[in-house]
């Protein structure tokens, strides 16, 4: 299965969740947040001999907040079905039925059936 690289920045006003191609590139997105909100969240001046990877590492150590990389599978919405479900167009063509007997149950008990 595909997998895709979930970074997820957890911080005072919420949390932002972005999927990356790689793992390199949420690391970018980590140094840039720590090189961006330095100022504003920190106690201390920004080391000028740190490399930005450095000064992540200290950034999220030290401030409250956080930030979490996974290397998640996409899900295809067919194949991970638990066993023993119907996978694939079949499916789609039991949650279409099930959803018409559910408003068909809806209509008879509102309004007395279809008219």
């Known amino acids: 299965m595909p997998t895709t690289i ?9 949390d932002d969740i ?3 191609v790689s793992t390199e590139a949420a690391e970018a997105w980590r140094q840039s947040l720590a090189q961006e909100f330095w ?14 990877k450095e000064i ?3 950034y999220f150590d030290f ?7 996974r290397d998640l599978e996409v899900d295809d919405g067919f194949t991970a079905l638990p066993r023993g479900r119907a996978s694939g167009p079949i499916n ?3 949650t279409a039925f099930s959803f018409a007997l559910v408003v068909a ?4 008990s ?6």
């Open 18 to 20: 972005r999927s990356f």
């Open 56 to 58: 992540a590492d200290l």
């Open 63 to 69: 401030a409250q907040e956080y930030f979490v990389v």
């Open 39 to 52: 100022e504003t969240e920190m106690d201390r001046p920004m080391p000028e001999a740190a490399t930005p």
């Open 6 to 14: 979930v970074a997820i920045y957890e911080h005072r006003c919420g």
């Open 110 to 115: 509102l309004f007395g059936g279809f008219k």
């Open 92 to 94: 789609l063509v039991m």
């Open 105 to 108: 149950v809806v209509a008879v």
